[in-house]
């Protein structure tokens, strides 16, 4: 062989039989997710990890947030004592800060749901 003589073109072998089946369409997942398969099982729990841990998150949040508001106010006496317009600080606090902070995670607990559920969904659809 000559040093600027080419290399032989590479040829891809799939099969050596050419008349062979092609493989069939694969098994869809939600096959799976309703036949209870290993499969299926192992889709619905990283499902089910997914959401308690977001549940989780929300209720650690809440309860560091709702729970420190009253050890706030017992360990820092100056907070028990300040009222606006003859109101305690503690209600004003109550009233006008707990409900919306509450409406903020309540929102962001279903906006995050909503998109644990639509990435499963696509999972399930992809497969």
Known sequence: MSEREEP???VRVTSSRRDAPTRSTPRPLT???DEQS????VYMSGLMAA??????QVLAFGAVGLG????LFL???ATRALSLGGVPLAWLVLALVVYPVALV???YYVRASE????????EVGRR
């Open 8 to 10: 032989p073109q590479r």
């Open 31 to 33: 096959r799976d997710l």
């Open 38 to 41: 290993t499969l299926g099982e």
């Open 51 to 56: 959401q308690l841990r977001l549940a989780l």
């Open 68 to 71: 420190g508001l009253p050890l």
């Open 75 to 77: 360990l820092v006496p």
């Open 105 to 107: 995670v309540a929102r």
């Open 115 to 122: 998109r644990v559920e639509a990435q499963f969904s696509r």
